[in-house]
């Protein structure tokens, strides 16, 4: 066997990049990974199921099955999308920013409607930050620096289970050599999770009400009166997380998906924003959207090279054109917009409201994933490919904007396709359908 240092962790934002992983001497079995949570090394050792599905298929009639070769799913493919009049591409965030790229050409050529998860997730943050600017900073700043640390909406315990100890609350950095014993860790959520049993301080906000408290936190900030209770927190309380966070040498507000798409959405994160400005009048302080698919971030900047956008891009009319609430995949869907659905690196059958997930099963479509999921189920064709960051390498956003090489550690079964491989080759068969 040998062992491969330093592997890169396809599998949440945080793109640990301290893995160890053994593997079989000829690189074709990947044997153990060291270093991983649970749900990443679950993401390596999937790859060496032995029921795994490695040639696309077809759904018949009868509801079965019928296995073909790549080849016929690529003409499938490019048929599908150079026939529709108005393609939804969506997913893009569990694979790497060169398929990303081949992806966008094909969404040019077509017409099609690009998005990825941003829009059930963090589309409302990017919206923040295109309305008001954002003070960000880098996660080895937050390991560094940060003395102060907050988590609103979000709970890492399970979601990115080695940030805590990696970079926001253990690890002992430059300025902050006492570790966990010199931070102030503040939780902001209704639920008691796991990430609030390890906070200084516990904020039970009632449901829905982050913009509220957040606004409380810029009024308590400059000391002026607040009623006794805001959002179901005492007044008190409220005063004395402001003085915490005021006294800071350097605060990080990591937030997720509590705060993004509850009552409020986009108008939260402008105010989260906000309470980081104010906080730089008396300290330093940085906030940071705690994006989950571990390439969701290299989408959106591979767009924002490409269109200007980083989701929901509606190129139907030859340019680029951006209206988060009518070119997103759920209105699209529900308004019955779009003729044809493309799914990869993303599982919109499990994430998605049901109607919209009936729409693409009516729908002609296509989903590309290694894994059998609830989208490939409703999908006309799957096409399974090759693991990214596991079977093949390639460009990953962080969390914090900072782009990772992944690397491939094992082969893929022989004659697999890499989602590179295969969107080059329809967006070749498509330049040839439409005679380019
Ligand atoms: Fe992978 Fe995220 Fe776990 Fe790190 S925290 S090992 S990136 S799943």
């Known amino acids: 066997t040998k062992t491969i240092p330093d592997v890169v962790c396809p599998f949440c934002g945080t793109l640990c990049d301290d893995l160890e992983v053994v593997v079989s001497d000829d690189g074709k079995q990947l044997l153990e990974v060291y270093n991983a949570c649970a749900i990443g090394a679950e993401k390596f050792l999937h790859s060496q199921a032995e029921d795994r599905l490695t040639r696309p298929r077809l759904a ?109 609350i253990f690890p002992r950095g430059f300025f902050t050599g006492k570790g966990h014993k010199g931070r102030k860790v503040i939780v902001i959520d ?25 606004d409380a936190l ?24 402001a003085e915490v966070l005021k006294s ?18 986009n ?17 330093k302080a940085a906030i940071m959207p705690m994006r989950g698919h ?26 680029a054109r951006y209206n988060p609430g009518e070119t997103t995949s759920n209105d699209l869907l529900r308004r019955d917009e779009v003729d ?24 002609p479509s296509v989903c590309i994933d290694p894994h059998q999921t609830p989208t490939t189920a409703v999908c006309k064709l799957h096409v399974p490919v090759a693991f990214v960051g596991v079977e093949v390498g390639g460009c990953a956003y962080r969390m914090d904007n900072v782009p990772i090489e992944t690397r491939k550690v094992v082969d893929a079964p022989e004659g697999m396709m890499t989602d590179e491989e295969f969107l080059e080759k329809v ?8 005679g380019e």
């Open 294 to 319: 571990y390439n969701v971030t290299g989408s959106g900047a591979v767009w924002g090279w490409q269109f200007g956008f980083p989701f929901a891009v509606d190129l139907s009319r030859g340019f």
């Open 218 to 241: 810029r009024v308590a900030f400059k000391g002026l009166p607040l009623p006794d209770v805001v959002a179901g927190i005492p007044k008190e309380q409220i005063y004395e997380a």
């Open 248 to 265: 800071g040498r350097f605060v990080i507000i990591f937030f997720g998906m509590g705060v993004t798409q509850s009552l409020g959405k």
């Open 60 to 168: 018949q009639e009868d509801g079965s099955w019928k296995e073909i070769g790549y080849e016929e799913a690529i003409e499938y493919t490019a048929q599908m999308l150079a026939n529709s009049k108005k393609p939804l591409m969506y997913g893009w965030s569990s694979t790497n920013c060169e398929a990303q790229g081949v992806g966008s050409e094909i969404g040019e050529i077509t017409g099609a409607v690009m998005d990825n998860t941003a829009t059930v997730c963090h589309g409302t943050s990017l919206i923040a930050v295109q309305d008001i600017g954002i003070p960000h900073c880098t996660l080895g700043e937050v390991k560094n620096r940060a003395d102060r640390v907050v988590f609103w909406g979000c709970n890492p315990a399970h979601a990115h289970p080695r940030h805590m100890s990696r970079y926001s």
């Open 427 to 434: 967006l070749g068969r498509i330049k040839e359908i439409k």
């Open 190 to 214: 209704p639920r008691k999770t796991d990430t609030a049993n390890v906070a200084d301080v516990h904020l039970q906000i009632e449901q829905g009400r982050d913009y509220e408290l957040l």
């Open 340 to 363: 044809s659905v493309f799914v990869l690196g993303s599982d919109p059958g499990a994430h998605f409201p049901f109607s919209s997930v009936k729409k693409i099963s009516e729908l």
């Open 267 to 283: 108008h939260n994160i402008d105010e989260a924003i906000a309470v980081t400005r104010d906080l730089n009048e008396y300290t």
